[in-house]
């Protein structure tokens, strides 16, 4: 009988007006809380911003590095990259007793449900390919504007089965913004702020026989991105005054 009452005591507790009232409170919060996190998000969600000319068009003969012999041959991307927006071309420059090879690969995203793709580091290893060496480079890079003098790219080191060693560098630019993690590209895209979202991705390969090492490659890789970067800022990618316009 006496755990009885007490337990009468407690049920009477939870139905007393402090403990009423509280609920009520917080159901009124809650309430009034959905309206404003729906408005929130309505405001601060961002949206597709399209490229200011297609990539088809890009002219990379314009690249001062490809103007020494270098043929350059555009090329359809088969896989499934989620976009429509690319550049993708081999680069070929006959030397003797041998011929240089190379890539060049860019991509551009807007959709605010898109996520970032694949590095090329995954993508090679579910290529089969083996991956020797990921590394993080700073390139100098005063022919960009003055608020980039220095870029982060990752270079990757692999092997396909019964190719040459190849080198691929590539960065992200994201709503303005560069960087070589895709980690990271994934914080830009959630960071509130900008009205409206892209991201890109440039990629160069070049490929080296393991007599030769891969500084010549790398180096190679570097001014690709670099020169390539130019053209895409200033004639290319959305301006950051576009992207924050809200």
């Known amino acids: 009988m006496r755990n009885q009452g007490k337990n009468i005591y407690i049920i009477r507790s939870f139905i007393s007006g402090r403990f009423l009232l509280s609920v009520f409170v917080l159901v009124l919060a809650g309430i009034g809380l959905r309206p404003t996190m729906n408005a929130l998000a309505e405001h601060y969600r961002k949206e597709s911003i399209a490229i200011r000319r297609p990539l088809k068009e890009f002219d990379a003969s314009r690249l001062p590095f490809l103007r020494d012999g270098w043929g350059i041959l555009p090329i359809d991307v088969t896989d499934d990259i989620e976009t429509d927006e690319y550049f993708f071309a081999h680069l070929l420059k006959p030397v003797i007793n041998k011929e240089k090879k190379g890539q060049l690969f860019i991509t551009y995203y807007s959709d605010p449900g898109s996520k970032v793709p694949h590095t090329p580091d995954v993508c090679g290893r579910q ?27 990752c ?3 692999m092997q396909h089965a019964n190719e040459p060693e ?12 560069f960087t070589a993690s895709r980690n990271k590209a994934r914080l830009i895209l959630g960071k509130p702020g900008n009205r ?18 891969p500084a010549e490659a790398i180096e190679m890789c570097k001014k690709l991105i670099t020169e390539s970067l130019v053209i895409l800022l200033e004639e290319y ?10």
């Open 155 to 157: 270079s990757v080191i």
């Open 237 to 246: 990618f959305p301006t950051r005054e576009q992207i924050k316009h809200r």
């Open 196 to 213: 409206y979202t892209f991201f890109s991705k440039i990629e160069s390969i070049a490929f080296f026989e393991k007599n030769e090492g």
């Open 166 to 177: 190849r080198v691929t560098i590539f960065c992200f630019y994201v709503e303005g913004e």
């Open 127 to 153: 290529a089969g390919a083996v991956v020797k060496d990921i590394s993080i480079l700073t390139i100098d890079t005063p022919q960009l504007p003055p608020k980039y003098p220095k870029i982060k790219v």
